[in-house]
């Protein structure tokens, strides 16, 4: 089974670009998470959807930030304009329904290093 | 506010048993996750606590008191492999919806 994949590993942009994150969950998955963790800090959380609406969003940092999954299968984010302060790593984790009652075991993705100079 | 206290730091030698401390202060708790990262890798989750007492796999056991808002992970026969950072989290929120992870303890497990 693959795990949780994210697109790109690695992004260097310059402050006032444009960048799009992407994550696909466990194929089945319902829940979709996404955090952020910079210069080693805790792991933020940012937003949490089941299928393809929006559970909680109160971790975005502000209105630059834009997650979707339409269709409820792959996710993006998208930052614009980015920031200085938006450099960190992006994580994406996935877990099953409510009902399979498995859905507190979050698999996490390898991350998207996000680099904003 | 919301917030998760963890030591920073923890030493200990092969073979011994080393515990993990995590205290929470949340809106809305629904249960303690634990969670292992090796540097530049991906957390990996290692357990989940809902009520109250201890929770036994392999190595590892994590337990929770939600009175004292308090959790601890505990390593037993600690390996090399072992040295990474751990992550409690609290699954929180007014329906269980999001999750705020504490700080991190790094462990350093030496020869």
């Known amino acids: 089974e693959a795990g949780v994949t994210q697109f790109p590993s690695h992004s260097v942009i310059e402050k006032g670009q444009t960048v799009t994150l992407r994550c696909d969950p466990i194929s089945g998955h319902d829940n979709l998470y996404w955090y952020r963790r910079v210069m080693g800090k805790e792991i933020k959380f940012l937003l949490h959807f089941v299928k393809e609406s929006k559970q909680d969003e109160s971790g975005m940092p502000n209105n630059r930030f834009l997650a979707e999954r339409t269709g409820g299968t792959y996710s993006t984010l998208k930052v614009q304009p980015a920031e200085l302060e938006d450099s960190g790593v992006y994580f994406c984790?996935?877990?099953?329904?409510?009902?399979?009652?498995?859905?507190?075991?979050?698999?996490f993705g390898p991350g998207t290093r996000l680099t904003v100079l | 506010g919301q917030s998760l206290e963890q030591p920073s730091e923890v030493t200990a030698v092969e073979g011994a048993i080393v515990q993990i401390n995590c205290t929470y202060q949340?809106?809305?708790?629904?249960?303690l996750s634990w969670y292992q990262q090796h540097d530049g890798g991906a957390p990996t989750f290692l357990s989940y606590?809902?009520?109250?007492g201890l929770e036994e796999t392999g190595r590892f056991s994590s337990f929770l008191s939600r009175s004292d808002s308090y959790g601890y992970l505990l390593l037993q026969e600690l390996q090399m492999k072992d040295s990474a950072s751990y992550f409690c989290?609290?699954?929180?929120?007014?329906?269980?919806?999001?999750?705020?992870f504490g700080p991190g303890t790094r462990l350093s497990v030496l020869p």
């Open positions: 606590n809902a009520l109250d």
């Open positions: 989290a609290v699954r929180g929120g007014n329906y269980g919806q999001n999750f705020v």
């Open positions: 984790a996935s877990s099953q329904d409510f009902a399979s009652g498995l859905h507190n075991e979050q698999f």
């Open positions: 949340t809106s809305g708790f629904y249960g």
